[in-house]
């Protein structure tokens, strides 16, 4: 019996999976290494009594920091490559859409995971920049950043909970929200496909 498309797509995905699972697990233990050297040698400075040994372990804490940041960057855009080619929308265009957030004060790994989830949920790309652009502005009024205020949008929109939205400034709920878009499309909310209720909390934050 042929496989389903989707069977096919699974499979497509577990194994370029596998591709970036071995370059983040060899990006991890550089970083690993790299901080267990640091620690030794913040020890032998202390031992041998240097009195700038304060200002080096902070030098060096903030190498430990930057590195393990930059693999993560580059674990999630080898992840980028898989899911693009997987998913058919391309690397190309998934790099473009982290980019765009990016160039609007997204950190990086965020902007890159939260492009992934909207690909992996096949949500529209090009929603991606304005919903970062409102998650910025929320982000202000509830005195948090704009990298948390995404991240529950991003929640909200791939798993239909609206609940977190609340902590931004969002209080109406799921519910209301698939009856508002249903009705625009001209269906009952019950009827609402799982890509239909996505876009309805799209709508929803960006109203």
């Known amino acids: 019996m042929a496989e389903s498309p989707t069977m096919e797509v699974r499979a497509r995905l577990s194994a370029d999976s596998a591709q970036f699972t071995q370059g983040m697990d060899r990006a991890v233990k550089s970083a690993n290494e790299f901080q267990q050297a640091s620690t030794k040698l913040q020890k032998s400075l202390t031992v041998i009594g240097i009195a700038s040994g304060a200002a080096i372990a902070g030098i060096i804490a903030f190498g430990v920091k930057s590195f393990k940041a930059a ?6 855009d080898l992840a980028l490559e898989a899911v693009g080619a997987s998913s058919g ?4 265009a998934l790099k473009e859409t982290s980019d765009s957030m990016r160039r609007l ?20 790309l090009s929603k991606a920049t304005a919903l970062a652009q409102t998650a910025q502005d929320l982000s202000v009024a509830s005195n ?7 991240q529950s949008v991003t929640f909200a929109v791939t798993t239909g909970n609206t609940r977190v939205l609340r902590q931004i400034g969002i209080t109406t ?3 209301d929200a698939y009856e508002r878009y249903a009705r625009s499309i001209g269906k009952a909310s019950k ?5 239909e209720r996505r876009q309805a909390v799209v709508n929803l934050v960006l109203k």
């Open 89 to 92: 929308k391309g690397y190309e």
């Open 105 to 124: 004060g997204i950190q990086a790994s965020v902007a890159q995971q939260t492009t992934l989830k909207f690909a992996q949920s096949n949500i529209d």
């Open 173 to 175: 709920g799921a519910s």
């Open 71 to 76: 693999a993560e960057v580059e674990r999630l």
């Open 191 to 195: 009827d609402l496909t799982m890509q």
């Open 144 to 150: 948090t950043s704009a990298e948390q205020a995404l």
